[in-house]
């Protein structure tokens, strides 16, 4: 047997007829940049996380990128991110000339912590942006009642944790903004790339249309410096054809996080490898990163490469150890996490006997 760690050409023998319906549209309407399709994508993703207002943009890290330009982030600043991310949630902190200050995670729900958060604030601070790291929500609120009174601005990275919430509150409604990526292997991925930043504030949602469109205020006349940050027109009518499935394929995901928890226990396995968990928040498991003894990791993925089985590790390097950033200190929850971590395949397609086939080699190794 043959597992993927993701199959995307399984959703499309699903929804292929759609999705080349809606794309027929786009081309036939010679409209490609802006329009009808843009709007009403924003409109309905508005709506699904529970914000007033949401602006597509070209990738999630540009969406990072312009939410942090929208709050005037530069030099001599500091931005706290986790350690435990992929790059982008640092590195668009790092293009704007701003320090990027690295936090540890919490080792049950692997995000931020107000723990984690409180001893790194300065007077330089002026932002924080948690991630909802693998699709499990941070808890947001309980962030911003540390950093309001200091006016720090909270940026949800909400790249892998589309549909996610913590209570009643849904992911990219809690922050000032949420930043999404619609990156082809996201819970709702385009065809290509794409992103967006949800805010509960009009102000700022209209100027992230002006920084997404090279600072434009009106035609030609320029306010400030943006970029070409513009999601397109193909990708916007792609997505909300997705976007109706998202609900029914998050279900999906969360059926299979069960079933490996099940199959865990019944190999008689949750000491040795230890599985996320959904509470409080509602997990939207955008990946099911298991955590197995550091000494054995390797030999996890290698017997599971050689049977054929997807795997992978996020992340194997912390950033604060990464060449690029300077760094000093330890920070063991994020360092012992990139020891421990093994990535499991995670798809609303994926078999439940694909599972059960990956489990018996997990076993061999683990038992
Ligand atoms: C946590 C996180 N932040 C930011 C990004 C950047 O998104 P993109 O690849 O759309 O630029 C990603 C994913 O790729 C991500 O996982």
């Not at 992230?208 to 990708?235: K, T």
Request: proline fraction near 6%.
């Amino acid at each position: 047997m043959k597992v993927p760690l993701l199959d995307l050409t399984r959703q499309y023998e699903v929804i292929g007829p759609e999705l080349e319906a809606a794309a027929i549209e786009v081309l036939r309407s010679g409209r490609y940049i802006g329009g009808p399709e843009i709007e009403a994508f924003e409109t309905e993703t508005a709506d699904y996380v529970g914000a007033k207002r949401a602006v597509g943009m070209s990738s999630g890290t540009d969406a990072l990128l312009a939410a942090l330009m929208a709050i005037g982030i530069g030099p001599g600043d500091e931005v706290v991110v986790p350690s435990y991310t992929f790059f982008a949630t640092a590195g668009s902190v790092a293009r704007l000339g701003a320090r990027p200050v690295f936090c540890d995670v919490d080792p049950v729900s692997l995000n931020m912590t107000p723990e984690t958060l409180e001893p790194l604030l300065t007077q330089r601070t002026k932002a924080v942006i948690p991630v909802h790291l693998f699709g499990r929500a941070a808890d947001i609120p309980a962030l911003t009642a540390l950093c309001a009174p200091r006016s720090i601005t909270v940026i949800e990275d909400a790249a892998q944790a589309i549909g996610g919430s913590l209570g009643e509150a849904r992911v990219g409604s809690m922050g000032h903004m949420a930043c999404f990526s619609f990156f082809p292997s996201k819970n709702l991925g385009a065809c290509g790339d794409g992103g967006l930043i949800s805010t509960q504030d009009e102000e700022l949602a209209d100027h992230l249309l002006r920084l997404r469109n090279h600072g434009q205020a009106a035609a030609y006349e320029h306010s400030e410096v943006g970029g070409n940050f513009r999601l397109d027109a193909m990708q916007a009518a792609l997505l909300r054809i997705k976007l109706r499935h998202l609900e029914g394929w998050t279900e999906k995901r969360r059926a299979r996080a069960q079933t490996w928890r099940e199959l865990t226990g019944s190999k008689g396995l949750q000491d040795q490898l230890r599985c996320p968990i959904d509470d409080p928040a509602r997990h939207v498991y955008h990946q099911f990163v298991v955590r197995v003894p550091a000494d054995k990791r390797e030999a996890c993925l290698g017997a599971l490469q050689e049977a054929q089985v997807g795997c992978a590790v996020y992340y194997r390097v912390p950033l604060h150890q990464q060449p690029c950033f300077d760094h000093e200190g330890a920070l063991p929850h994020c360092e012992q996490m990139s020891r421990e971590a093994l990535a499991l395949p995670i798809f609303p397609e994926l078999r439940e006997d694909e599972q059960a086939y990956a489990m018996d080699v997990l076993a061999k190794v683990l038992a």
